[in-house]
């Protein structure tokens, strides 16, 4: 069971905006920044948030993130077809000498 | 560009050992922490361990599910990092992925990841 907590699944329709939640600890969230990977299925995943918000470059301003106190959340407005893939958010987590943690995922379904 | 590409990957009976390797291009391999990730088939990402530089020792860290069984190494004169894997279990089947840390102040994200490597242990 992943310390950081994701909806399995959020779903909208082509120019609506969603956001997936992710709820940690005061041992990764509480302490660390966010980061946020999207994987399309049979690829790698790829970075698409760093430092709780920053995005790289490439990846379309439609994306934000944002966090607040343990919990983060991913934003995507403007939901277009290629935004259907897992997405994870992820942590590095202080207890236990230190280890980095990912999200349990949530399946984003463009309808 | 920058590539990091895996290889070493098959079928290797439980209990079994299997060494990893991920070769990397188009950066300064020396100065970048390599990670590596494994996800089982249909199952969410997991993280395994991290090697760090030669500043910070080379220091290595694992998630408790393979410490004491994986080990992790580098080479910076090849650019390449290990994931050396023994005693290996059924639920150790899965693609394993090495990534680099970027260079965002204060956070591990990765931002470059291989396309990865399939691990099978039969049961």
């Known amino acids: 069971q992943s310390l950081l907590t994701q909806p399995p699944s959020v779903s909208g329709t082509p120019g609506q905006r969603v956001t997936i939640s992710c709820s940690g600890s005061s041992s990764n969230i509480g302490s660390n920044t966010v980061n946020w990977y999207h994987q399309l299925p049979g690829t790698a995943p790829k970075l698409l948030i760093a430092s709780n918000n920053q995005r790289p470059s490439g990846v379309p301003d439609r994306f934000s993130g944002s966090k607040s106190g343990t919990s983060a959340s991913l934003a995507i407005s403007g939901l277009q077809s290629e935004d259907e893939a897992d997405y994870y958010c992820?942590?590095?987590?202080?207890?236990?000498?230190?280890?980095?943690?990912f999200g349990s995922g949530t399946k984003v379904t463009v309808l | 560009e920058v590539q990091l590409v895996e290889s070493g990957g098959g079928l290797v009976q439980a209990g079994g050992s299997l060494k990893l390797s991920c070769a990397a291009s188009?950066?300064?391999?020396?100065?970048?922490?390599i990670h590596w990730v494994r996800q089982a088939s249909g199952k969410g990402l997991e993280w395994v361990g991290r090697?760090?530089?030669?500043?910070?020792?080379?220091?290595?860290t694992y998630a408790a599910s393979v410490k004491g069984r994986f080990t992790i190494s580098r080479d910076d004169s090849k650019n390449t990092a290990y994931l050396l894997m023994n005693s290996l279990k059924t639920e150790d089947t899965a693609v394993y992925y090495c990534a680099r840390r970027g260079r965002y102040s204060g956070s591990s994200a990765f931002d470059y990841w291989g396309r990865g490597v399939l691990v099978t242990v039969p049961s």
């Open positions: 992820a942590a590095w987590d202080d207890s236990l000498n230190g280890h980095y943690v």
């Open positions: 090697i760090r530089t030669i500043p910070n020792n080379y220091a290595t």
């Open positions: 188009g950066f300064t391999f020396s100065t970048s922490a």
